[in-house]
DNA sequence: CCAATCGTTTCACCCAATGAAACCGTGGTA
DNA sequence: TACCACGGTTTCATTGGGTGAAACGATTGG
């Protein structure tokens, strides 16, 4: 098992450490050392060094870890102009408004799928979708949708991944893409969370390119799916819409 | 000189690196390298690292590096619910609407300020503020507001730093910083960019701890010392409200 | 007062990070 | 077509620096 590494050990674990902080936002250092599996002094340097630059920092109160403002920073500068998160952001508006629900992007960033815009439903029940979340890539309207219309050899080559859950057989869900990328929009229903349904279609650019999943998502009373195939259209039709707007 | 690090270099190298991107969306391995003063093949090597993380990812047109979405993952988990940044923001809406200029909120970040948080005016010549925007902690009434209330420790301990300009003159800026403390807020006029101007006021939370500073910037032409001198205690008593809403 | 726990510092060993140089692929130019 | 210029990539010998065991302090609480 060669493994052929050419990254660096050391930054590797540190950014472990900072993934860390993406469940749960206070650490402290022991927690931190067992959850990456690395010696105490270890973790401490590493703690140290990214504190220094700023992307931890620590509680005044508790002495835990946490992020830094440099995280802040930096995703200040994540978004280009030409970024579909902000030159979708009012057709998303828009759609949320025509349909009252929660509207969100996706886009496929390696073996996962990532939120990187939303506009939450105005209604008392709604769903609530944070911008950022790293979501899996197997079950969910938008996950469908993403692995539908990307291009073959990416879609197999994730089918065929050996973190793919050998829970999900892979042929009847080869079948389920090929009737979404047929039907041209995907849906699901309890499928990842309990009482919430969603409808998503797929955004291309100009040149024909799958860049991101339209995503209307709410509780599943109202949600159905009757009314997700009534409403499908407009979601297609909003995302046509989106794709023309980009590059 | 001893320097005494405790931190590991690999890792503070690989740090620089992504901070390029906080200048710059967009750039080539030989830029990096030429910027952080490091070798190709060891920027290389980081850049390989960081982008298995998913913290930097590749422009599939140019090839050049751009920030990956691992950095929205993380910024997304940066505010908790206690976070003056979401607390506040509410009352900031509110002070926006009144005044009608862009309100921003700042805290210090070592020898920096960082803007946490903001709303802007919608008037049509107005004051863009991005949030996570990094600026320096010597102009501005922000920066002056965050000095003159910050513990007298803190303050002198910067005020002494070496890395503090030495065009301003220390002693006179410290007599400037005492009167802000009298009056309870502190103002600035194209100080730090021209056709600028700002009023800021400190929050403290209940236990009289300075947290933030409170800012109201629009077009100097607006903000006039007569229209800032009048507005400024709608400001302060603005940024008492938000204390009384921190833990 | 002691025990438990957490963060910090020290230190010798030896692995792994480093940078020079060579290599490869691409686009532009004569 | 041949050539060059300029990006990114890979290789490899050298040794600096990252590593973890262990000892040390500082708190906490029973």
Redesign the interface.
Known sequence: MEDEK???R???R???V??C??SG?EWGLTDIAQRVGLHKSTVH??L???E????V?RDEATDKYR????????????T?SDDPAVVLLGEMERLRDQLGETVSLY?R??KDR?R?QAVQSEQAIRRVA?????LPLFVGASSKVLLAFAEPEVREALLSDPAWPASIDVEAYRKQLAEIAEAGYATSYEEREAGAAAISAPIFNRSGKLVAALSVSGPSNRLTPDVMRERAPAVVSAAKRMGALLG
């Open positions: 050419r990254t660096v050391a930054v590797e540190a950014l472990d900072l993934l902080f993406t936002s340097r590493l140290a060094t990214l220094e630059k700023g992307f920092a992020l830094g403002l440099r995280i802040l920073e930096l995703s200040a500068h994540l280009r886009v960033d390696r990532v990187i944070p911008v950022g979340a790293r």
